[in-house]
């Protein structure tokens, strides 16, 4: 079946660093990628659309300058976390869709 | 915009028994998709079940049935002869099928299950 590979699952930075995550569809490419920020026993929320090629879709309220989506190729999205605060951390999930809408193991981002 | 609901933040089982999760959503849109995800322990998100609001046959996979009301906008999980595996947080979540509207998942704010011996 389809398989999206999320990179790091783990990841513990200072404050004022960034941090790159990478989406990867390992067996099927997709031209849409979604990026979703869920909060310890609480929903997903999606962030932003990734687009191959063209610039992300971000949803209300999501800082575009803070989270960088590029989405360069059809088999990879990768979410940058620009200057990470504490209140960054949070688990970041990415999905994309083959016959259904397939998720990575999500990547868990702790800034000091 | 679409919201969905989950009007239970936890519920709890015996093995062997059955649960009933509840989901209700808001949409003006006449064709949709709505599905129900598992998020175990360990975070990752594994999709149950899957109903295509056109079908108006109730969709079923294994032990997990769901009761898809389209006129009142519910759409509740069932699952039968509850197992310890099935302890993990339960999402229910809506999708256009419009690409205009983007494909991404709107997710209620999920139920979590606990399963007891």
């Known amino acids: 079946g389809a398989v999206v590979s999320q990179h790091p699952s783990w990841v513990i930075c200072k404050s004022g660093t960034s941090v790159k995550i990478e989406c990867r569809s390992l067996d099927f490419q997709a031209t849409t990628m979604f990026w979703y920020r869920q909060f310890p026993k609480q929903s997903l929320m999606l962030m932003a659309t990734s687009n191959e090629g063209s610039k992300a879709t971000y949803e209300q309220g999501v800082e575009k300058d803070k989270f960088l989506i590029n989405h360069a190729s059809l088999t990879l999205s990768t979410l940058t976390v620009t200057s990470a605060h504490p209140e960054d951390s949070s688990f970041y999930i990415c999905s994309a869709r083959a016959n259904v809408l397939t998720f990575g193991a999500g990547s868990r981002l702790t800034v000091l | 915009a679409q919201t969905v609901t989950q009007s239970q933040p936890e519920m709890s089982v015996q093995e062997a028994e059955t649960v009933t999760l509840s989901c209700t959503y808001d949409t003006s849109e006449s064709d949709y998709y709505l599905f129900w995800y598992k998020q175990p322990p360990s975070r990752q998100m594994i999709l149950v079940i899957r109903?295509?609001?056109?079908?108006?046959q109730n969709a079923t996979e294994n032990r997990f049935s769901v009761n898809f009301q389209k006129a009142a906008k519910s759409f509740s999980l069932k699952i039968s002869d509850s197992q310890l595996g099935d302890a993990a947080m339960y999402f229910c979540a809506y999708r256009s099928v419009f690409l205009q509207a983007g494909t991404a998942l709107i997710f209620g704010k999920g139920t979590t299950l606990s399963v007891s011996s």
């Open positions: 109903q295509e609001a056109y079908k108006q």
